[in-house]
């Protein structure tokens, strides 16, 4: 599972996806045509970065990827 806690001073919410969503072909599409503008992988790079990231799912559970934290007291953390 992929956790996504956020923490401000008005919200706190956790939410839970499958890493099989998350790491699956539409998935990794999705979140490439978001992050379009700071990111750009070749069509052909795109099978083996959804391969790395598979392996790195097996290799290191629980691997925190986006750890914020700001100066107002707000946090986002997105842990694999």
Do not use: W
């Not at 099989?20 to 503008?37: A, D, E, F, Q």
């Amino acid at each position: 599972m992929m956790k996504i806690k956020i923490h401000t001073e008005e919200m706190r919410a956790t939410f839970y996806l499958p890493t099989s969503l998350v790491l699956s072909r539409l998935g990794l599409s999705i979140g490439l045509y978001v992050g379009r503008n700071y990111v750009s992988v070749p069509d052909e790079k795109k099978a083996g970065l959804l391969l790395q990231l598979r392996t790195l799912r097996r290799r290191h559970r629980g691997l925190c990827l986006v750890d914020i934290h700001t100066s107002e007291g707000e946090e986002i953390v997105v842990t694999l």
